[in-house]
């Protein structure tokens, strides 16, 4: 079984499947499945879809075939695999693919599995929204991304990505005390954005936030000026707000525009035009579930360590799954994600076998709790 897994693995790096190029990747895999015991479909859009069990709880694993850009030729060295992918994540779908292969052998597991991987995660979400158009259901889900063996994330924050147009009247540079500057007035609205959502990491007072906890902004593009003698009379600047699940995107976007508001007002000369371009919902577990039970007690029964609950300040597509199908979801996967998206990606052998008995942990007691709690699998 552990050989069988590392060659899953091995075979899976093999193929290079950047985002929009899975289709090779896709075939190999759904082949593989059904050699596992899988009873395996293609969508649309090339998800992979493998199906083990039936009934209830419906499991949903969900991990995503294609990896950032950037070839690195596959090589196995002192019990690592280094390659594009290892951590991010073919090494958590590989984990999830073997350990619902392994279910197959458990006649007492009541309970359908799906495991899905899904295309161009990296890029566009599209798989994911796919998955959601198409109604997709299950009682709880866990999407297959580098977490670390023995952590489990429970949280990721939300995004707004505003745009700000700042314009001012212009006229010629050698007089710019007669007009305002469309640059200098852009960074300083922006000024009064950052300050409003100022977090600091070392605020040490007694209800000192945590960075996952507060609303953080950046300021990730800035354009404007047209030409030596010409005072700037438009400036536009890209705007990443980070939500943490207390609030909503709208919330966040209210707060935004009414600092620009106060801002419009006591600069009466300058245009400000706001647009968000795009917004992504906090996400965060409830600690009680079943979900997250099951999982850690699998995570400590496996390695005899407790595992650590991990709240993350980026945003994932756990947030969205998370968010549109309203159930338990988790984020967990071997691997360090400080080595996505690197040139010296690479999995550690012995963690990638540990997650394959914690995934099949969690999956058999996962179930069980469902069915205890629901009257022995009826309903
Ligand atoms: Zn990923």
Known sequence: MQEQAVRLLTNLLGIYSPSGKEEAIGNFLAEEMIKLGFQVGKDGIGNVIGVVGEGEPVILLCGHMDTVAGHIPLRVEEGKIFARGAVDAKGPLAAMVMAAASINKEPAFKGKILVISVVEEEATSRGVRYLINQGIEADYAIFGEPSGVENITIGYKGQVQMKVVVGTETGHSSTPWLYENALEKAYELWMQIKNSYSYQPLEQQENARSPFNAVTACLTKMTGGRA??????????????RVPP???????????????????????????????????????????????????????????????????????????????????IVTYGPGDSKLDHRTDEHIVVSEYLDSIRIFKETILKLAELHNNKNGNGSR
Do not use: W
């Not at 030596?228 to 990443?240: L, Y």
């Not at 917004?279 to 999982?295: D, I, M, Y």
């Open 228 to 241: 030596n003698s010409v005072i700037p009379f438009e400036s536009e600047m890209t705007i990443d707000i």
């Open 246 to 328: 207390q609030f909503t995107s709208a919330q966040v976007i209210e707060a935004t525009q009414k600092i620009i508001a106060e801002y419009q007002s006591s600069n009466p000369k300058v245009m400000v035009k706001a647009t968000v371009n795009d917004t992504v919902e906090p996400f965060e577990v409830n600690k009680t579930s079943p979900l997250v039970h099951a999982l850690s007690a699998s995570v400590r029964k496996v390695l005899g360590k407790p595992a650590t609950l991990l709240r993350k300040t980026g945003t994932g597509d756990m947030n969205i799954l998370g968010k549109a199908m309203n159930l338990p």
